[in-house]
């Protein structure tokens, strides 16, 4: 079983929602789009679900071409991020509405929503009604009975967003075991690169319509195909550098210059963009071969045990994200430092050169 989109494309009075996309996506796999808002995830839901039909292409679900299929003669669930459930009905018989369409055996029903509730720690609740719930609760009702209808697809759209924050990570760890027994193809839409990470499995990347990059979560956080992907796949987003490389010297064009080493060294002379994610700058030298600047400190923000810096290096605007709670002073010049390990190379034209050598090494 597998859902194929073949140069799947959606506009909408002449402005494109989705570009063209080739996108396979396998029996028991957790498939997340990752992308800002308006990078195009729900659209592309949304055209998988058939709820809207695509400009161009085909979707071909098992082996079958579904692409004219009405959303209701296919096997799809659905959550969104605003909880959708039937007020007047119990808890009970929100979860079990699906399977009453489909004419399950009442046995049956009741078997596999004790389990869908008890998954989503619903069970003291399946008497209540909807409005009767927290908000996060009410979610946990809308996901269950997602569970509970054995679709062979099953789509969420950002649907912990509105819960707690423990909640909420009890969650992320429990679905990916959920949707693996389930066999069924699961994709989850997401802004949070941190929560791409956590699902695992395999991660699109989204902006502006385009799927930039798809493969395994790890793989393409590692080893991102080029600038935009490294940036929608980091939070807060890569920072970028202009770099030229000449001889054994990396120069900053703004008269700083550094010894190229180890997986630099190796780039041929040229201009290029360098790019590292804010927690790789550092305001004390530790690796002997860091590369320094000296940046403006423009805001602070705390967060207990880390501290976000945002800074501005010659009109370059950067964020770090440092260990610890530091004393420093807004407006002031502060040295930052750069272990070479953590720099990716990437063309002028924004493809990926070399990727960092710690990725490399994971």
Avoid at 33 to 57: C, E, F, I, Q, V
Avoid at 139 to 160: M, S, Y
Avoid at 237 to 265: C, E, H, V
Avoid at 316 to 326: C, N
Wanted: charged share 20%.
């Amino acid at each position: 079983m597998s859902l194929e989109l073949q140069g799947v494309s959606k506009t909408v009075e002449g402005q494109v929602h989705i570009a063209p996309t080739d996108l396979t996506l396998e029996k028991g796999t957790m498939n997340v789009l990752l992308g800002p808002t308006l990078a195009g995830k729900t659209s592309l839901m949304r055209l998988m679900a058939g709820l809207d039909a695509p400009s161009t292409g085909k979707i071909i679900w098992d082996g079958q071409d579904v692409t004219g299929m009405r959303v209701q003669d296919r096997k799809v669930a659905m959550v969104y991020q605003q909880f959708i459930n039937y007020p007047s009905m119990t808890v009970y018989d929100n979860i079990a509405s699906p399977m009453k369409l489909l004419g399950a055996d009442k046995a049956e029903i009741d078997r596999r929503v004790r389990e869908s509730a008890e998954l989503m720690k619903l069970t003291p609740m399946l008497k209540r009604k909807p409005l009767e719930l927290s908000g996060g609760q009410q979610q946990r009702c809308a996901l269950a009975r997602a569970l509970v209808k054995n679709a062979g697809l099953v789509l969420l759209d950002e649907p912990l967003a509105n819960l707690d924050y423990k909640l909420r990570e009890e969650l992320r760890i429990e679905i990916p075991k959920i949707f693996e027994a389930s066999g069924s193809i699961f994709v989850y839409a997401t802004t949070e690169p941190e929560e791409a990470l956590l699902l695992g499995g395999n991660t699109a990347t989204l902006w502006e319509g385009r799927v930039t990059q798809f493969g395994p979560t790890p793989q393409v956080y590692r080893q991102p195909r080029d600038a935009t992907t490294a940036r929608v796949f980091s939070d807060p987003p890569m920072n970028f550098l202009q770099i030229s490389k000449t001889g054994d010297r990396l120069m900053f064009g703004d008269g700083q210059n550094a010894r190229a080493t180890g997986k630099l060294a190796e780039l041929a002379d040229g201009r290029y963009t360098a790019g590292f994610r804010p927690n790789h700058l550092e305001i004390r030298q530790h690796a002997p071969d860091a590369m320094r600047f000296t940046a403006e400190l423009l805001v602070t923000e705390l967060t207990g045990s880390e501290t976000f810096i945002h800074l501005d290096h010659h009109g370059a605007r950067w964020v770090g994200l440092v260990h610890g709670v530091h004393e420093l002073t807004l407006g002031a010049p502060l040295d930052l430092w750069l272990d070479p390990r953590h720099v990716y190379i990437f063309s002028e034209a924004g493809d990926l050169v070399a990727p960092a050598a710690y990725a490399l090494a994971a």
